[in-house]
């Protein structure tokens, strides 16, 4: 009986094969925002693959992130990291065969990821609230926009999705309730009350009552009726960061700073998880840096000590 023989892998890989890696890839993931970023990176990289005489070798997908994926687009280094990530998702689906499983990032991963650039303390933020004029209509908007940024902790989509009717209070405390973030899930996320002023003095000067809480405002100072796109936020960060000194500030770093100084001010891990909207605890650890406090540490006082 004749012995079957192993197939050997590709040692070369067209264009067929690199689509439905793409696909695979972007079938694990839920958020349309996220399938957007990494369609557009691996498009990049597919184009560039395919044309260049690198078809034929001996490792058909090399170790793309630390070396060529990373020079493919030279841009920021957020845009990198999402071309690194996923390209090495399609470098896993086609050496893995079988059916489609949600794709893991290797340790080489960790070397595309853009550094933490979080506002290192409440000072900058309170540099970067200052940059706005407060009196003009466009002031109000955009500083309630940096403050919900900083004092909630919210993503750019779930800023511009918010809608008048999500504004409500309940415990005696302003809340964005029911909000709808990544993945679908849905969360409360309470609004410190300086922000609700921020965000109350912005509708009442644009005379906004219900559809979304913030809007687009054209030259002649007329305020659209519907709500913009969450790339007007980032135009507004970039902006005021650039007005006061601080180079290369996004707005997910507002987001990581939101949770970093509710750690610094005592908040509890569990609480900053629910405030952020993460599913993971691990993933609200990476957000805060968690070191180890020697001073005043947690187990200094836990009730046990004896008494004088």
């Keep these: 009986m004749a012995k079957k023989r192993k197939r ?5 890989l067209k264009l067929p094969d690199l689509e439905h890696s793409k696909s695979a890839v972007l079938n694990s993931l839920r958020s349309v925002s996220s399938q957007r970023s990494y369609d557009h990176a691996i498009r990049q990289f597919i184009d560039w693959y395919c044309s260049e005489p690198r078809l034929a070798c001996r490792d058909p997908v090399p170790d793309l992130p630390r070396a060529s994926a990373l020079r493919v687009v030279n841009n920021q280094p957020a845009t990198r990291s999402g071309t690194a990530f ?12 079988g059916p489609c499983r949600r794709h893991t990032p290797c340790e080489g991963c960790e070397e595309a990821r853009n550094p933490c650039r979080e506002l290192a303390h409440s000072r900058a933020g309170r540099a970067l609230l200052s940059t706005f004029d407060r009196t003009s209509l466009r002031g109000k908007r955009d500083y309630a926009i940096v403050a919900v940024l900083l004092g909630c902790g919210l993503r750019r989509a779930e800023l511009a999705a918010a809608q008048v009717q999500d504004v409500q209070q309940g415990e005696d405390h ?24 921020a965000v109350r003095a912005w509708m009442t000067e644009a005379c906004i009552t219900a559809g979304a809480v913030f809007r687009p405002i054209n030259k002649a100072g007329r305020i659209a009726p519907n709500g913009f796109s969450p790339k007007v936020i980032w135009g507004v960060v970039k902006r005021a960061s650039a007005a006061c000194g601080l180079a290369n500030i996004a707005p997910h770093d507002l987001r990581r700073t939101c949770a970093r100084l ?9 609480q900053i ?7 993971s605890v691990q993933t609200t650890e990476r957000y805060l840096g968690c070191k180890q406090r020697l001073h005043n540490a947690v187990n200094d006082n836990i009730g046990l000590e004896p008494q004088p």
């Design 262 to 270: 509710c750690h610094l001010a005592g908040g509890e891990l569990e």
């Design 174 to 197: 302003w809340v964005f309730a029911d909000l709808i973030g990544k993945g679908g899930h849905s969360r409360t996320v309470p609004i410190p009350g300086w922000v609700a002023e």
């Design 86 to 97: 996923g390209v090495r998702g399609c470098r896993y689906r086609i050496a893995q065969p």
């Design 273 to 279: 998880q629910f405030l952020l909207g993460h599913v």
């Design 8 to 12: 050997a892998p590709k040692s070369v």
